[in-house]
């Protein structure tokens, strides 16, 4: 039987009522995890610590929207679990599956019935001269943006250590082909098919003339850094939406290709373009 990781959001899942049902379609067709905090549920379900539900599964079910499946996605990737997700949200793009198709959804993950995509993820380091402060994964896109309260920030954009821009601006965004469809693109950034491997390299509310978006090599390090002759010393650095921490003016972002690809569970015949043109029309 398959090792299936269930991960509910439960803000979205009101008294967890969809989790119950997705549970008992799934009951005694397959070992099931959870993380022990919802062992409330109870049923035939392994509770176990929420590090033990990733490292026991062979495929995960994100309840919730695309932000869930999100905040899920590093450590899946980290060990090669392929992700359904199940829309409770608003957008959906990642979570292709409404929660009416749930049950055929479904039995077609049990049945082998459906296919993978691999969508590229970046790492991110941020470095202070030679030494990391932190690093991290991030799937939809990294963000250099001003502290709250700030005007303005002066932000310098490198590929390969070339000079690609310098933008006066609230921030920059630095997307993945699969991020493209979400931040970036409210910024006015481009939108890739999310099996490309590039990045989009978009300002956000830029103080300029002419400001256009860059779509820059995935075989290429990135490279952001505050110019520091303009605005605040000091910026926010976010992954996927969470605060990583803040960089001053000798600080550095360095961006490079994850060597873990996100693996999207897809059920449905609906290509990319027909989901963008339905959910964004």
Do not use: W
């Not at 198709?101 to 969508?119: G, P, Q």
């Not at 993820?121 to 700030?150: C, T, W, Y």
């Not at 969470?242 to 001053?248: E, L």
């Amino acid at each position: 039987m398959k090792k299936i990781a269930v991960i509910p959001n439960n803000s979205k899942d009101l008294g967890l009522l969809n989790t119950s049902r997705l549970v008992k379609l799934l009951h005694g067709k397959a070992d099931i995890y959870m993380d022990e905090a919802y062992s409330v549920l109870g049923m035939n379900i392994n509770y176990v610590s929420s590090q033990e539900v990733y490292n026991n599964a062979d495929y995960a079910v994100v309840l919730g929207g695309d932000g869930t499946i999100l905040r899920h996605a590093s450590e899946c990737a980290k060990r090669g679990i392929p992700v359904l997700g199940i829309n409770l949200g608003k957008i959906g793009f990642m979570a292709e599956v409404e929660i009416d198709n749930m049950e055929t959804a479904v039995f077609k993950l049990l049945s082998d019935d459906f296919k993978i995509e691999k969508r590229m993820m970046m790492k991110a380091q941020v470095k202070r001269g030679d030494e990391v402060q932190i690093s991290f994964h991030a799937l939809n896109d990294v963000v250099v943006s001003k502290p709250a309260g700030e005007k303005l920030i002066g932000i310098e954009l490198f590929t390969d250590g070339e000079a690609v821009n310098r933008y006066t601006a609230d921030g920059l965004i630095i997307a993945t082909p699969t991020g493209s469809t979400g931040y970036s693109i409210s910024a006015g950034g481009p939108v890739a098919d999310p099996c490309m491997r590039l990045y989009a390299a978009t300002p956000i509310c830029a103080h300029m003339l002419s400001v256009r978006s860059a779509v820059l090599s995935s075989d290429k390090e990135i490279k952001v850094k505050l110019d520091g002759e303009y605005g605040s010393m000091e910026a926010v650095v976010t992954a996927d939406g969470d605060v990583q921490g803040y960089i001053k003016n000798t600080d550095e972002v360095v961006i490079t290709e994850s060597e873990y690809d996100f693996k999207l569970i897809r059920i449905g015949s609906q290509s990319f373009y027909d989901t963008l043109i339905r959910k964004l029309s």
